[in-house]
């Protein structure tokens, strides 16, 4: 009989409104789900842009690590904060003189070790190192302390998050894709054992688009000129993925989305 384990990894916080609907929602989807550890991406978590030390230590109060994208340096109070925060990642494959790291291991009060890998793809986004190689390396260093391996790939391109999930199939426990803030229909298990979904969303603001007010948004694009977006407040939703695996060989043995959706109201 597999060990079977459980992790809930929640998608791109937005600004206060996103602190506001996991403070809400996160006790329940624990209460009914019970994971064993919580991840959430906290790159837009202060203000919609960046992270905090303050923000940070607000969410690592409610999870237990956090991973980040691009947007994780717009705050430049965020570089010590890197250094100082084990639980903060910063995409592996960003140049090594920048601060901070691209994995972490937690240790489960349950008596086992699980990797959290943050990596950043390409496509359409800044020229990085290659995530595929990155991965390559990281995940063999990882493999020699556990088999449970998260892979958090912050990338824009639905091929390249799908062509990493299946370079890594078998090799790590899931591959979860963020940075669109939209949730993707198409969480499954690869062949060799792989979790693998293209997005898992965000948590903020519902009346929004990707979690700024809308009507900002509409405005960038009628007049193609830069405008200062904001978190939308209306409604939330919080955007997660529960995924069940085998804590001895670190293969998935189920996974799903989980969706709270309140259109109006705090």
């Known amino acids: 009989m597999p060990d079977k384990r459980s992790f809930l990894f929640i998608g791109d916080i937005i600004g206060h409104p996103g ?9 329940r989807l624990r209460e009914r789900l019970s994971p ?58 960003y140049p090594p003189l920048n601060p901070g790291n691209g994995s972490y291991i937690l240790e489960s009060p349950r008596g086992f070790k ?34 449970v391996i998260i892979v958090d790939f912050h990338a824009e391109a639905t091929s390249e998050k799908q062509a990493l999930g299946w370079h890594l199939d078998g090799e790590v426990s899931a591959v979860i894709g963020t940075h669109t803030h ?5 969480e499954r298990i690869l062949p060799r054992g792989t979790a693998y979904i293209t997005d898992v969303g965000m948590v903020g603001g519902y009346s929004s688009v990707i979690g700024i007010r809308p009507e900002q948004a509409v405005a960038r694009f009628l007049t193609a000129r830069p405008q200062r977006f904001e978190p939308e407040k209306e409604g939330s939703i919080l955007s997660a993925v529960y995924v069940e695996f085998d804590a001895a060989t670190g293969r998935a043995l189920s996974v799903r989305r989980e969706t709270i959706i309140e259109e109006s109201g705090d």
Request: net charge neutral.
């Open 19 to 27: 602190r506001r609907a996991l403070r809400k929602g996160l006790p």
């Open 36 to 93: 064993d550890f919580v991840i959430a991406n906290a790159e837009n978590s202060a203000g919609g842009l960046g992270v905090t030390e303050e923000v940070g230590k607000e969410l690592l109060g409610l999870v237990d690590v956090l991973t980040s994208g691009n947007h994780v340096w717009d705050k430049k109070e965020a570089l010590p904060y890197l250094e100082r925060e084990p639980r903060l990642l910063r995409p592996a494959n």
């Open 114 to 147: 699980a990797a959290i890998l943050n990596l950043q793809g390409r496509v359409f986004m800044e020229p990085l190192d290659c995530p595929f190689r990155v991965a390559d390396d990281q995940v063999a260093k990882l493999r020699a302390v556990t088999a």
């Open 182 to 186: 939209v949730p993707t229909a198409d």
